[in-house]
């Protein structure tokens, strides 16, 4: 039998691009001195609790994205203290601190929700006398960052556990 040659048989290969950093967090190594220890030798986690600026170095870190990293930790110290936000309350932190709407708006706004440590919620209002719509934003705090990389970590130190009880 002859082989019948194949014709415009083409191959997909997977371009390696690696993680586009809108969906990426920036973990340093465990052991690094960006971090304060959070465990012993024995690998029991320590009672001492990160500060918003530690934690808002895993979203944006301060090392690779300084103004971002400022941007964000600006204004997740002022919802720390307020827990909401009005779109008004937002345009006028960012007009009197001087930061760039864009910066803000297409940058850091759409990771710290993204990743879940804020929460956009928009409400739908018709004005009487003009029949138009409009949407006010609030902006809150949100937990869905804890709870997201508590699941993770939960995950893994089950998986270690069984793992280890499985060797004994």
């Known amino acids: 039998m002859e082989e019948q040659p194949q014709e415009n048989v083409h191959i997909k290969k997977i371009t390696s691009r690696g993680v586009p950093s809108s969906e990426s967090i920036y973990l340093p190594r465990h052991d690094s001195e960006e971090l304060r220890n959070f465990q012993d030798n024995d690998e029991n986690p320590t009672r001492n609790l990160w500060h918003i ?4 170095n895993f979203v944006f870190s301060k090392k690779y994205q300084p103004k971002y990293y400022e941007t964000a930790l600006g204004f997740l ?3 720390t203290e307020k827990t909401k936000l009005s779109g008004e309350e937002t345009a006028k932190y960012i007009n009197e601190n001087g930061i760039s709407k864009a910066t803000f708006y297409n940058r850091v706004m759409p990771r710290l929700k993204r990743v879940g ?3 956009v919620e928009r409400e739908t209002i018709v ?3 003009s029949k138009r719509k409009y949407r006010p934003m609030t902006i809150s ?3 869905t960052f804890g ?4 699941k ?3 995950s893994w ?3 270690v556990d069984d793992a280890r009880t499985k060797k004994k």
């Open 53 to 56: 600026d530690e934690v808002t």
């Open 77 to 79: 110290k002022l919802l």
């Open 117 to 119: 440590l804020v929460k």
């Open 127 to 129: 004005a009487m006398e």
């Open 141 to 143: 705090l949100s937990k």
């Open 147 to 150: 709870n997201y990389f508590m």
């Open 152 to 154: 993770i970590g939960d």
């Open 157 to 159: 130190l089950a998986i």
